[in-house]
Nanobody, 111 residues
Framework: QVQLVESGGGLVQPGGSLRLSCEAS????????AGWYRQAPGKQRERVAR???????NYGDSVKGRFTISRDNAKNTVYLQMNSLKPEDTAVYYC?????WGQGTRVTVSS
C-alpha cells in the first residue's frame, strides 16, 4: 500500500518562506515522477512543480523563480521550498508520486 505523507504547511506572512516535505512508503520512489499541486478555495487544482526520476524540473508560471522542487531518493522524500510567498499562494498543497496522491497540507499566507 502506497502512502504519501505531507508536512510543513502552516501560516506564514507575505514574503516569508516554507518548506513542504512529502515522504513516500510502499513503492519504488526513485522510479516515479514526483510533483506538487495546489488548490485554492473556489479555484481549480493547478500543478505547481514536478521533478522526474532523473532530476529534471519544471514549474507553473505563477511560482517560477520563487519555488524549488527537489527530491532525496535515499529518504523517499520530495520537497517544495517556497520563498517570497504571496497571499495568492494560499491553498491546500498536494504531493504526487506517479499515480498516487497525498492527503494535502494547508498553506496560508496572510499578515
Amino acid at each position: 500500500q502506497v502512502q504519501l505523507v505531507e508536512s510543513g504547511g502552516g501560516l506564514v506572512q507575505p514574503g516569508g518562506s516554507l518548506r513542504l516535505s512529502c515522504e513516500a512508503s510502499g513503492t519504488l520512489f526513485s522510479t516515479y515522477i514526483a510533483g506538487w499541486y495546489r488548490q485554492a478555495p473556489g479555484k481549480q487544482r493547478e500543478r505547481v512543480a514536478r521533478i522526474t526520476d532523473g532530476g529534471s524540473t519544471n514549474y507553473g508560471d505563477s511560482v517560477k523563480g520563487r519555488f524549488t522542487i527537489s527530491r532525496d531518493n535515499a529518504k523517499n522524500t520530495v520537497y517544495l521550498q517556497m520563498n517570497s510567498l504571496k497571499p495568492e499562494d494560499t491553498a491546500v498543497y498536494y504531493c504526487t508520486l506517479g499515480p498516487y496522491w497525498g492527503q494535502g497540507t494547508r498553506v496560508t499566507v496572510s499578515s
